[in-house]
Structures are given as C-alpha cells and as structure tokens.
C-alpha cells in the first residue's frame, strides 16, 4: 500500500471483513487511466458522491470495494448487513440524478465501464458496472429511516439527490479531492493504523467522531474516561456541514484544535477530519461510524447518548440499544456506551445519570442544541459546559448568527433556556428553592436566558464550596486555615447577642401583666416571646471555636517519638 507497510497479524485490531480496501489507482498508472476515462461514458457526479467515492475507494467503508448490487442493497436494508452476512448499516448507493445522466445510463449495460466526472468534467473515478437495477424510494426510506416524512432530512435526499435508477459495481479512484484547510491534518485508514501501531506503538486506541457542534465539556468528559484505560484517542470531527444552522466545519475543526492544544495529552490524542456524507439515519448511522472506526484501525469506539440523532425521529439511547443487534464478536470493536454528560453544581464536577444521584435543581445541561443557539445569541456558555477556547472558535462559525427583530433565532428561547438550564423553570436559581408556580416555557425570552446564564456564571462553583465552607469551618482545628475575620464576626455577634438578651431579662422583671397601652408598651407575655427568640438565636449562632477547646480535639496514648518508628527508648 504505497510507502507504508501494513502488519495486520501483528496488530490488535483488524479492518472489517477483515481487508482494508484499496481502489485507488497507483500514481504509475494514473495518468494513463485518466486519458483512458476521458474516452468512457461518463456520468457528473456531485461533491457529496465524491465523498462517498474516496470513502470506498481508501478503505473507509471496507470491505465494500464500490456502489452496492441489488443483493447487498436490499440485504442491507432489510437486516443491516451485507448478503454474506458481514453486518452494514447503510446502503451505498449510486442513482445519478438528471437528464443527461439518465440518457448516458439507458446505453450502459453489466461489464461497462463508465467514468463519473466532477463539475469540471475531469474524471474522478472509473466505476465497472455490475449491476444495474430499480428500486422504490418509499421502500428505501421506511427500511433506512424508519418514517418517509419529508421532512427527515434523510428521507428528503432521497428524493431530491437520487434518480431511479441504481448502478452498482467495483471503482477505481483517480483523483482525490483537495480538503483546503483541513488538507494538512487530512489522514487515510493506511496512514492511521501505520501511525498508531508501528510509529506510536498503541496497544488500543478509541476512536469518536462528531458532528455539529464545537467540543463541549461532554465530549471532553467522555474522552477524559476512555484515555484513563485506553493508550491513544483519535478525534474524527465531521468536515460536512449538515445543515445551514449548524456550526461551520472549519471552526469546529479550530475548536478542537484550541482545546487539544491546552488540555489533552499530545502524545496521546490524535485530530484528524472526517470527511463524510452525513445519511440522517440516527442509529444505524451510529453502527456505520463504529464500523469506520474500526477500519481506521481503532479497537474501540466512543458512542454518546444522542449519537446522529435527528430531533424527534428516534429514542433518546436508540443509538446505544441498536448494538443489541449484534454480537462483540462480530462487530469486532469494543462499543463503550456513554449516557447524557452534565455539570452537577452540588458534586461540583460532570457526570450522568450513572454516577451522579442529584436532581436537576442542581444541573446546567450540556445541550449541542443548546450551545449553538446561545452562541447565536452572541453569549459564550458557562466555563461547564463549553471551553472558552472551544467558544472562541464557534461564536465565530455558527450559522446564522445574531437573531431577527424579535430577538429570536433558530430555536424558541424558551426551549434553549429548558435545554442548557433544566432547574430554571422550577427552581429560584441554581440549586435554590422551588418557585410558588413554575414558569411557563413558552413565556420565556431573551432575559431569562441571560438570567441563568449569568446565575450559572457566577454561582456554580458556590454551592459545593459552600458546603465545604461549612465542613472546614468546623472541622479545621489548625485555625490559621479559617478566615480572621469569620471568626471575629462570630464572637461580635455572640457578645451583641448576649447583651440584647440581658437586656430583655432586665426588661423583663419589669415588664407588666397587661400593658396600659397595647400600642405604645408591652406587656409580660410578649416580652417573654421576644427574650426566647433571642435565646433561640443565640443557640444558632456558629460558634467560634476558642484555642481551649480545640485541644480535646487531639491526644496521643503513646509518647510522640513512638509514632515514628521509636520503639525503644
């Protein structure tokens, strides 16, 4: 495979269906080949199906060596894996759509060849027809999606990127597609098992790939726990922008980029781009991106809760229950499943729902959703929920930014307040008391969200150290560590205290049964109520904790010098 030599046998993963694809043609062949392609049939193929052409041909989707036949494509549909049995989530399909191509495919039949050209009409790839067949779009949605609502963004492709009918067959790669930016951390399946496994020496590595948001604290959590066991992380970040309201590709990429370059251990997390044509098919679009791990040569992959989720379409953990459908052994990769990562303000650290037992009147959320519609807003997230660094890049890549006239962007204010700050509706404020009557989502606007925003700015670091505060406030009896000042409050407040209650008992002797005027004197019965609240809060005044009685804190059965090692005198 050009320049690097492969040792599969010797590594501690192997590429799935166990060959790593290569269909690109070899540089000494290449020009020949592309003269030759100018004289085939030749069909103008789309960026998007550019993509998926490198994807085959450089052995990211292997072991699939170019556009299914009819057998593999309804085999795939119906059960998620090839008609040999080797799982596959996804159909890879080429229906060319427009009149041109359609007249150059009613003159193709099994054995030809055709040339699939760019804009430019410069060849990109050659493709051997071995098959070619009709198919229902309807059949294709329900079986791939699971809905043939329009409004999907998958069931939407379908009709409007491909035709009717289905070429399928074996490519040759001839030309690859320059990535601009991303060009230079541009990295290939024979690039990374070479560099993690002759240059790097892993024993595992643990592949993630995202998708339309910056990093964000949840990502980082997630990281953070695989590097703990696992020796190397590699960092796929989509470079296809999905929709328009997403966050530009580039600055995604430049968000990792900060945040890896201040956080994460170099020598042990690798950033590379993942260019790839976003399916829309919520779960088994998550099967699809284990399986491209896998070929990258990762013996592990890093799966959120809502991995390619799309809205409402799928159950919340649809992307980890669909691995239910297939054995370890087959899938060949270690699918470590993570559940929704938020900030617990009263545990002061991230967590889930596994490892964290407080409510939500403690939590700010970590929402993709969330974050790129407060940047729109133009407000940076708290520090728990998104790095600086990360927010420096993608306040600068969403789209649209700003809002319109009514202070409205993409989202309903109220849903981004409930998706990044679920106690808010319910609760005072950040860990505070429950509201007489909670708040109407739907009533809510831009000032609450910079209400909450600036509560969980300001205060969600004080609730844990206040707790401890209070923990240290008693148990410290190496009293430099306490605040002079605490404990000189304390004493003026017990002297005041007691002076107010000595007061109230001289007052008291003197006080009458019944009072000659209920509005200018008291009588003994009120004078009494009033001298026990004030016994009552001098009881809770903290105490200020004298030297003396400090020392019935400590004590030692055994002369000191004993505790070191000196048994004998």
């Known amino acids: 495979m050009e320049s690097k030599q492969l040792h599969f046998d010797q590594y501690p993963q192997q590429p799935h269906g166990g060959t790593l694809v290569n269909q690109v043609v070899p540089e000494s062949l290449r020009e020949s080949e592309i003269a030759r392609a100018r004289g085939l049939p030749a069909i103008r193929v789309d960026l998007e199906a550019i993509i998926t052409i490198e994807m085959i041909t450089t052995g990211v989707l292997s072991p699939n060596k170019g556009f299914m036949k009819e057998a593999d494509y309804l085999s795939v549909l119906k059960d998620g894996r090839l008609s040999n049995g080797v799982i596959w989530p996804v159909p890879l399909s080429f229906a060319p759509i427009g009149e041109r191509n359609a007249e150059i495919i009613k003159g193709l039949t099994i054995g030809d060849q055709v040339a699939l050209t760019d804009a430019n009409n410069d060849p990109v790839a050659i493709l051997d027809i071995e098959d070619i067949f009709a198919y229902d779009k309807s059949h294709r949605a329900q079986n791939l999606f699971g809905t043939t609502d329009r409004n999907h963004p998958g069931v939407d492709s379908i009709h409007r990127r491909m035709g009717g009918t289905s070429l399928g067959g074996t490519l040759h790669l001839l030309n690859r597609v320059d990535w601009g930016p991303f060009e230079k951390l541009r990295r290939e399946p024979k690039d990374t098992w070479h560099l993690f496994y002759e240059e790097l020496k892993f024993g595992s590595v643990a592949g993630f790939i995202t998708g339309a948001n910056p990093l964000h604290r949840g990502h980082e959590y997630i990281h953070r726990n695989a590097l ?308 009552k809060l001098l009881e809770e005044i903290p105490p200020s904790l004298c030297q003396e009685g400090l020392k019935e804190r400590t004590w030692n059965v055994l002369p000191y010098k004993r505790y070191r090692g000196a048994d004998n005198d």
Not at 373 to 378: N, P
Request: overall charge negative; aromatic content about 10%.
């Open 228 to 535: 703990e066991e696992i020796d190397g992380l590699f960092l796929q970040p989509l470079v296809e922008m999905a929709k328009r309201e997403y966050v530009r590709h580039e600055y995604r990429m430049l968000a990792y980029r900060n945040v890896l370059d201040t956080y994460y251990p170099k020598d042990r997390s690798i950033l590379s781009p993942l260019r790839v044509t976003y399916i829309f098919a919520g779960p088994r679009e998550t099967v699809l991106h284990a399986l491209i791990m896998k070929n990258y040569g990762c013996t592990h992959a890093l799966i959120g809760r809502d991995h390619a989720g799309i809205g409402d379409y799928y159950d919340k953990y649809a992307s980890h229950s669909i691995f239910d459908q297939f054995t370890p052994e087959e899938m060949g990769i270690d699918i470590r499943l993570f559940h929704e990562v938020f900030y617990c303000s009263r545990c002061a650290n991230h967590a889930t729902t596994q490892t964290c037992s407080h409510d939500e009147r403690f939590r700010m959320n970590i929402s993709g959703t969330g974050i790129r519609e407060m940047l729109r807003h133009g407000i940076m997230p708290p520090k728990e929920v998104v790095r600086p660094e990360s927010a420096l890049a993608g306040i600068q890549g969403v789209q649209p930014k700003g809002v319109d006239d009514n202070y409205q962007a993409t989202l309903p204010v109220g849903k981004v307040v409930k998706s990044m700050y679920p106690y808010y509706t319910h609760y005072t404020r950040l860990g505070g008391k429950k509201r007489d009557q909670p708040l109407d989502v739907d009533s809510l606007n831009v000032r609450d969200l910079e209400a909450a925003t600036l509560d969980a700015r300001h205060h969600a670091t004080d609730i844990y150290a206040d707790v401890y505060s209070e923990y240290s406030s008693l148990l410290d009896h190496n009293r430099n560590l306490q605040p002079t000042w605490q404990e000189d409050a304390r004493l003026a407040l017990r002297a005041q205290q007691e002076r107010i209650i000595s007061d109230l008992e001289e007052k008291l002797q003197q006080a009458p049964e019944t009072a000659s005027d209920e509005f200018m004197y008291q009588d003994r019965a009120e004078v009494q109520r009033e001298l026990a609240v004030a016994k």
